[in-house]
């Protein structure tokens, strides 16, 4: 599903990714670790294709994300800690937008089955503004899941959620996961990461210093990589 | 058909926002009627140096309600990143700036539509049977430079001081746009025949049509990095 082939990324004299290469298989959910700074959001907005590699290649379910963005835009969904919403709108006008956006057919349907699905169904003609935290992040996983894509990127989605938010994205993602989506996410919490993902990669300043299934990695050995910025 | 659709679509959502907020139209408003009526209080009533000055005056309220709104197009655009929303659906960017371009076009025109009477009233300006005229060269001009202000303003949106960058930005390159407009709408109400006025008015549509199209190319490599 996804394929990086010795992406290096430079913003002026720092280099946030220093030739990472990793393949994710359909089906996995990956968790990506590391210290803040280490290039896990670089990498993730270079798989959506919001930023350019400055060398190397990627690839999303056989898509050059260079070349065929569009076709790789249509099999991704990204959720970050920024919801990417529009407060002004109730919950079903932003997911109407984004349905509209990316052509979705079956879209009044689709709607009400993922407004039921993240519990928002009763404020679903709600302003965004109005809503907690924690809602504005699960009507971020339903935008993400609209056009029902087979790769979910996911940066950070549970800065700032409260106990039951969380508990319901995780149910989720591994609902998304058993279906055999695709998972990639950043995550701060190596706790987390090693309860919920079959697989592990760390990056550490830019590069990829360990990719391991998650049952053979325990929390001491990723705590050196959290040590230095 | 598609594109047709998420052009529709995004121009439905800056309407149905900008319905709630009333923040770029009010703003823009205010603005352009204050200075109407205060260049009203420094003239007398229906003198010759007032009929001069106001199509002058006339464009200087509109240019600078027109940079007050544009500074919002794109900064509301950041607030949650929505900016990133929009780029990660399918859709080319030139169309993304398209559907900006227009809804720009559309909260200054309404601006216009309120605030010209107001200025034909107050200045007793005799318009007449030139109103057609009139109203393209207005579209023409706020065609330009929203056209303009809506790059630059995606590019300022990303600096930290970004309306103080638009206008810095944005005047020195519209100003072969609106010296043609203000030109053409001087000549016009002066009653000067029609071809006089066309030089100005073919500056004006080549000045749009050059810059649309510079900026068209453009927007992709201002938004992606």
């Known amino acids: ?229 | 058909m598609l594109a047709l659709t998420q052009l529709y679509t995004i121009l439905h959502k800056d309407l149905l926002q900008e319905l709630r907020s009333k923040e770029i139209v009010t703003t823009m408003l205010v603005f352009s009627l204050t200075v109407v009526v205060i260049f009203n209080f420094v003239f007398d009533p229906g003198s010759a140096e007032m009929r001069a000055t106001a199509p002058g005056i006339l464009w200087v309220a509109f240019v600078f309600a027109s940079n007050l709104g544009l500074s919002r197009s794109f900064a509301r655009e950041q607030e949650n990143s929505m900016m990133h929303g929009l780029l990660l659906c399918p859709v080319d960017r030139s169309l993304l700036f398209t559907a900006k371009v227009i809804g720009n076009i559309l909260f200054i025109t309404l601006v216009e539509i309120v605030t010209l009477p107001v200025m034909v009233i107050f200045f007793d300006l005799e318009v007449g049977r030139l109103w057609p005229l009139l109203l393209a060269i207005l579209l023409l001009g706020t065609a330009g430079f929203a056209t303009v202000g809506t790059i630059f303003s995606a590019i300022s949106a990303n600096t930290r001081s970004r309306e103080v960058m638009l206008p810095i930005m944005l005047f020195p390159v519209t100003v072969p746009i609106i010296l043609a407009a203000i030109k053409s709408t001087s000549y016009l109400l002066a009653g000067r025949e029609l071809a006089d006025i066309w030089p100005w008015l073919r500056l004006l549509i080549g000045f749009d049509v050059l810059y649309f199209f510079v900026c068209f190319l453009l927007y992709e490599y201002v938004v992606e990095e």
């Not at chain 1, 965004?128 to 009507?139: A, C, D, K, P």
């Not at chain 1, 994205?169 to 950043?186: C, D, H, N, Q």
């Open chain 1, 1 to 229: 599903m996804i394929v990086c082939r010795d992406i290096r990324k430079t913003f002026g004299p720092m280099q946030a990714l220093a030739g990472v290469s990793f393949s994710i298989g359909e089906g996995e959910l990956a968790a990506l670790l590391g210290a803040n700074g280490a290039g896990k959001s670089t990498l993730l907005h270079l798989l959506a294709g919001l930023t350019r590699a400055s060398s190397g290649s990627a690839e999303v379910a056989g898509f050059n994300v260079r070349r065929q963005p569009h076709e790789v835009r249509r099999r991704i969904g990204v959720v970050s800690h920024q919801t990417y919403l529009y407060e002004e709108l109730s919950a079903e006008e932003n997911l109407r937008f984004y349905g509209r956006m990316y052509g979705v057919t079956g879209l009044q349907e689709r709607i009400d089955d993922l407004l039921a699905m993240m519990e928002l169904w009763p404020r679903r003609d709600d302003l965004v503004r109005t809503f907690s935290r924690g809602m504005q992040q699960r009507l971020a996983l339903a935008r993400a899941m609209l056009h029902r894509p087979p790769l979910l990127l996911l940066d950070e989605p549970f800065t700032g959620l409260d106990l039951h938010a969380t508990d319901l994205l995780t149910r989720f993602i591994e609902g998304a996961a058993a279906g055999k989506m695709t998972v990639l996410m950043t995550v701060h919490d190596p706790d987390y990461a090693l309860a919920h993902s079959r697989r592990l990669l760390v990056l550490q300043k830019g590069r990829l210093v360990l990719d391991q299934p998650a049952e053979r990695v325990r929390k001491e050995d990723l705590l050196p990589y959290y040590k230095e910025k």
